[in-house]
T-cell receptor
Framework: AQTVTQSQPEMSVQEAETVTLSCTYDTSENNYYLFWYKQPPSRQMILVIRQEAYKQQNATENRFSVNFQKAAKSFSLKISDSQLGDTAMYFCALRETSGSRLTFGEGTQLTVNP | SAVISQKPSRDICQRGTSLTIQCQVD?????MFWYRQQPGQSLTLIAT?????????ESGFVIDKFPISRPNLTFSTLTVSNMSPEDSSIYLCSGGTSGSNTQYFGPGTRLTVL
C-alpha cells in the first residue's frame, strides 16, 4: 500500500525568505507521480507542482521547486521569496501509474509573516 | 486543466436528513472522485465515480451511506444519507483524464450537521 508522510504539522517563514516543506512516501512501484497541492482558507485545492518519478530533473514552477530523491523516497517543496499569499495548508500526494487514486499526506500549515 | 464547480458551497442540515452535492466539470474527464476532509485533517478518498456503472468505494465507505451517480463524463453527484454530526466535513470532487497524471479539484462543499 502506498503511504505519504509529512512530519511538519506547522511551519512559519518571514516574507521574502525561503522555506522547505518535507514529504516522504512509500510505494512498491517504480513508476508514479508526486504532487504538491495548496489549500488556502478558501479550501480550494490548487495544484502547485508535479513530478514524474521517471524524470531525474527536479520540477520547477516559478518560485516553487522540488528536491526529488527517489532512492530515499523523499519529495520536498522549496518556496523562494515567500509571499503572504503563500499562507495555506500544503499537501503532498502520490499517485501510482498502475492506479488512479491519490494518497495524501497529513498536510503542513505554512504561515508567511509580514 | 479542468475547471470544476460544486453546488452547494455550504449547507447546514439536521440529523437524519440527506444532502446531494453536485459536481460539474467544464470538459470531459475520464475519472471523477469524491473525497472527504474532516476538520483539521487531510483528504480521504470516498469513491471513484464511474460513468454508467456503480461507483467503486474505498474501505470504510458504503453505497447505502454515500450513493453516487455519474450519468455522463462531465457530471456527478454524491449524496450523504441519514446524516449525523460525524458527517460534518468538507466534501470535494476531483476530475482527471486517463492521459493526464493530474487531478483537479472543485472548491468543496462545507457540510455541518446539527
Amino acid at each position: 500500500a502506498q503511504t505519504v508522510t509529512q512530519s511538519q504539522p506547522e511551519m512559519s517563514v518571514q516574507e521574502a525568505e525561503t522555506v522547505t516543506l518535507s514529504c516522504t512516501y512509500d510505494t512498491s512501484e517504480n513508476n508514479y507521480y508526486l504532487f504538491w497541492y495548496k489549500q488556502p482558507p478558501s479550501r480550494q485545492m490548487i495544484l502547485v507542482i508535479r513530478q514524474e518519478a521517471y524524470k531525474q530533473q527536479n520540477a520547477t514552477e516559478n518560485r516553487f521547486s522540488v528536491n526529488f530523491q527517489k532512492a530515499a523516497k523523499s519529495f520536498s517543496l522549496k518556496i523562494s521569496d515567500s509571499q503572504l499569499g503563500d499562507t495555506a495548508m500544503y499537501f503532498c500526494a502520490l499517485r501510482e501509474t498502475s492506479g488512479s487514486r491519490l494518497t495524501f499526506g497529513e498536510g503542513t500549515q505554512l504561515t508567511v509573516n509580514p | 486543466s479542468a475547471v470544476i464547480s460544486q453546488k452547494p458551497s455550504r449547507d447546514i442540515c439536521q440529523r437524519g436528513t440527506s444532502l446531494t452535492i453536485q459536481c460539474q466539470v467544464d470538459s470531459q474527464v475520464t475519472m471523477m472522485f469524491w473525497y472527504r476532509q474532516q476538520p483539521g485533517q487531510s483528504l480521504t478518498l470516498i469513491a471513484t465515480a464511474n460513468q454508467g456503472s456503480e461507483a467503486t468505494y474505498e474501505s470504510g465507505f458504503v453505497i447505502d451511506k454515500f450513493p453516487i451517480s455519474r450519468p455522463n463524463l462531465t457530471f456527478s453527484t454524491l449524496t450523504v444519507s441519514n446524516m449525523s454530526p460525524e458527517d460534518s466535513s468538507i466534501y470535494l470532487c476531483s476530475g482527471g483524464t486517463s492521459g493526464s497524471n493530474t487531478q483537479y479539484f472543485g472548491p468543496g462543499t462545507r457540510l455541518t450537521v446539527l
